[in-house]
């Protein structure tokens, strides 16, 4: 996966920088074009010489240090990157790049390159579980940024935990897995609907639901890393996706996430639909806000369209896969609602089930294609839910083109 890529590494001032020098050997061993930017801390414990006779490169240390008149530096490296990689990378690193500070050259290459950034962390182990820490890291995973988990063990600071850098066969084979999958959807374009709706009563009124959109939202971003162009429905959350292959589509009650739905599904490869949507909005809507009477008021209800059966009558090429979130006899229910409005794969939940409840950040479902093949997937984060999703889909699209 490496063979032929333009790689830039960054090196931050950690002890483990002695590593890097390494990771940059086996990089050119497996084919990459290597070329390494160095922070003046990481200057302190390797020489840039010694970077430069193994990528057998010019090594970059400074942003106002322009070799060529003709080009800018960390714009051309930016621009030159099929992927970088940090290793180590400090807490002190982390923070700066969470936070858009472009001080340094390595900063400043960072902010201009679209390349995909693997940041692999070396640090004490106080400071890796430092609240601050973990929110930059989050941050920089919301961006589409990814992680390549320390090992625990003796440091260098004479602690034992979690914090010593992986090591570099290891971070290049968790990058090669990677590249592998984010190419499993490249040329697919994914319609997600995520969230409620809301069905309004008066001005001050409405009726909705409990959804909170982190289903969709995670499988939007997982679809978006794994290559796909996303487009996002999205009913009212207070969730927000960084991903630039993401399109976000903001629509409030039931028949406008029918109308935007409808709009994009013609030029879809896959649906997934995640939405909680309402299957019933009061008959009149009031203009004032209704006044307080004496005794019960009653509302009459209409029945809002059902968004995923109407694409189960147009679909033509496309793969449609429906959520259903059930309280009892969960995968019957499932199989009713695969057959009936015409799905090529529904994924269920029993909500009632501990840590599968609406507006948590975990999930459990069981993944059913049209054949009927049953998949398990057990409690894990709503991330890796969705990914494995994703997965078995593009298991089923390969099947079916065989």
């Known amino acids: 996966m490496l063979d032929n890529k333009n790689v830039v590494l960054g090196v931050t ?4 920088a002695y590593k890097a020098c390494d990771l940059t050997s086996k990089l ?3 084919g990459a074009h290597v070329k390494v930017i160095m922070t003046n801390s990481a200057m302190e414990f390797v020489s840039p010489l010694t970077f430069q006779a193994l990528s057998r490169n010019p090594v970059y240390t400074d942003t106002f240090d322009e070799k060529d008149p003709e080009n800018i530096a960390h714009i051309e490296l930016a621009d030159w990157a099929h992927i970088v990689m940090i290793a180590p990378a400090t807490a002190n690193f982390i923070g700066k790049l969470a936070n858009g500070i472009g001080n340094d050259m390595l900063t400043t290459t960072l902010l201009a390159t679209k390349a995909p950034i693997y940041i692999a962390p070396a640090m004490n182990v106080n400071m890796y ?3 601050a820490v973990k929110q930059n890291m989050n941050t920089l995973t919301e961006r589409g940024n990814y992680f390549i988990e320390p090992q625990a063990g003796y440091l260098a600071c004479g602690w034992i935990g979690k914090g010593r850098l992986e090591e570099p066969q290891s971070i290049i084979d968790s990058v090669s897995k990677h590249l592998q999958q984010a190419s499993l959807l490249v040329g697919k374009k994914i ?3 995520a969230g409620p709706t809301r069905e309004k009563v008066d001005p001050v009124r409405f009726f909705t639901n409990r959804s909170s959109g982190k289903m969709g939202y995670a499988f939007a971003e997982a679809a978006a890393q ?23 589509i903001d629509v409030t009650t039931a028949e406008e996430m029918y109308q935007a739905m409808h709009h994009y599904f013609p030029k879809t490869d896959i649906v997934v639909k995640t939405a909680a949507v309402a299957d019933y909005r009061p008959k009149n809507v009031y203009d004032e806000k209704m006044k307080k009477q004496p005794g019960d008021m009653h509302l009459e209800m ?3 369209k059902d968004i995923l059966q109407s694409l189960g009558e147009e679909k033509q090429h496309q793969f449609l896969a429906g959520f259903a979130a059930e309280t009892e006899n969960h995968i019957e229910s499932a199989i009713g609602k695969l057959e009936k409005k015409n799905l090529d794969a529904i994924i269920v939940n029993n909500v009632k089930m501990d840590g599968v409840g609406f ?11 049209k054949t009927l093949d049953h998949t398990e ?8 839910v969705a990914e494995q999703v994703l997965k078995l889909i593009v298991r089923d699209l390969k099947q079916g083109d065989a």
């Not at 001032?13 to 483990?16: M, Q, R, S, T």
């Open 191 to 193: 319609l997600i609907s």
């Open 359 to 369: 507006a948590g950040d975990t999930n459990a479902v069981t993944y059913i294609n």
């Open 302 to 304: 209409i029945r809002t």
């Open 13 to 16: 001032g950690g002890i483990a």
């Open 28 to 30: 050119v061993q497996q």
């Open 129 to 131: 579980d430092h609240p």
């Open 377 to 384: 997937i057990p409690l894990a984060s709503k991330k890796d």
């Open 226 to 248: 794994l290559g796909a162009e996303v487009t996002l429905v999205s009913g009212p959350v207070d969730l927000v996706i960084h991903h630039p292959n993401v399109q976000r």
